[in-house]
Structure formats: C-alpha cells, structure tokens
C-alpha cells in the first residue's frame, strides 16, 4: 500500500529564514510526486509535479527536489503569505491517476 | 472562471438524512473525483469516475453514492448520515495523457452532522 509521510506536521519560520518541507514516500513504482497549497477553507492548488529522480522544479521562493524516497520543498526567504498547508501525493504507476496524500505540514511565517 | 465549482459550500443535517453534493468542472477534463479530508487534514480518494464511468470505488460505505450525468459532472449522494461522516468533501478533476496531472480541486464542502 502506498504511504506518504510529510515532516514537521507544522512549522514556524521568521519572514526570510529559510527551511525545508520533507515527504517521504512508499510506492511500487512512482507516476509522479505533486506538492500542493491549501490555505484555509480552501482546496487544494496545485503548486509542482515531479517524475523521476533528481528531479527540480521552482516557481517564486519554492522549490521541489525528488529522490527515490523523498521529496523536499524548499522554501528560500519566505513571506507571511507563503503561509498554508503544503501537501504531498504520490500517483502509482498502472493506478487510475488518483492521488495518495501525506497529512501536510503547517507552515507559520511571521513578520 | 471557475475551474471546479462545488455546492453548497456548508451543509448541516442531523443524523439519518439524505444529503447531495453537487460538482461541475468547466476545463473539458475526462476524469473527476471524490476526495474526504478529515479533521486531520488528511485527504483520502473516496470516487473516480472517467467519462461518466466509475474506476475507482475505495472502502467508502455504500451510504455513498456518486452519480456522474455527463463529463462535466460528479455528484456526490449520501444516504443516512452518521456523525462519521462530518468533514470537507473535495471534488477534483483531471485530464488523461501522460503527465497525469490532477491540478484542480473544488473549494471543498464543509459537512457537519448533528
């Protein structure tokens, strides 16, 4: 059975001090691993897909790194709106393209 | 424009009532789902459909009942509510081909039973 898990569960950071999100990831063989951002009350927004190892993808301050294992998002000089829950699925390769979630990290960033 | 629409975005019922929740998605997508997100955050796949045909059906109580009119559609009916099932409900759509993207999700409908 696939398993994501996602470390910190939350974390607070000051605006500019920069960090790392992890998802570690279990599946038979990897389609594509997906960060998403879910501010409160809101669905999840799509944010970065990542397909093979070494992969890297990057949009404003955020950037995602894929091994075989993990994921990292990286988060460089980060603002109060960078503020939300990131979450991490893995799609399985032969699976009907439905996603398996990690329970996300909080991210705090205050000014 | 609204990618993926939900109604109603808060429902309260009392135990043992029929409730429906209602999906529309304007991008042309083949593929649709039900997603539960617990109080935990945690997002679960409950439904897929993929041009009106049921493909994945996990270990949801036959309570629920996904009802697909056309491609654009992804209702959700849910018969007899317990307290279990209070949570956000998530529909979501996807496009096939080889990226197996799923980028969009609904705003979420917030269920509360009493």
């Known amino acids: 059975e696939d398993q994501v898990t996602q470390s910190p569960e939350a974390l607070r950071l000051q605006e500019g001090e920069s960090s790392s999100l992890n998802c570690s990831y279990t599946?038979?063989?990897?389609?594509?691993l997906f960060w998403y951002r879910q501010d409160p009350g809101k669905g999840p927004e799509f944010l970065f897909t990542?397909?093979?190892a070494g992969e890297e993808k990057e949009k404003e301050r955020l950037k995602a790194t894929l091994t075989k294992k993990e994921s990292f998002l990286h988060i460089t000089a980060p603002k109060p709106e960078d503020s939300a829950t990131y979450l991490c699925?893995?799609?399985?390769?032969?699976?009907?393209?439905?996603?398996?979630f990690g329970s996300g990290t909080q991210l705090t960033v205050l000014p | 424009d609204t990618a993926v629409s939900q109604t109603p975005k808060y429902l309260v019922t009392q135990m043992g009532n029929d409730k429906s929740i209602k999906c529309e998605q304007n991008l042309g997508h083949d593929t649709m789902y039900w997603y539960k997100q617990d109080s935990k955050k945690f997002l679960k796949i409950m439904f897929s459909?993929?041009?009106?045909?049921?493909?994945i059906n996990e270990t949801v109580p036959n309570r629920f009942s996904p009802k697909s009119p056309d491609k654009a559609h992804l209702n959700l009916h849910i018969n007899s509510l317990e307290l279990g099932d209070s949570a956000v409900y998530f529909c979501a759509s996807s496009q096939g081909g080889s990226s197996g993207r799923v980028g969009y999700f609904g705003p979420g409908t917030r269920l509360t039973v009493l």
């Open positions: 459909y993929n041009n009106k045909e049921l493909i």
């Open positions: 599946v038979s063989g990897l389609r594509g």
């Open positions: 699925a893995v799609q399985e390769r032969g699976s009907a393209r439905q996603l398996t």
């Open positions: 990542l397909y093979s």
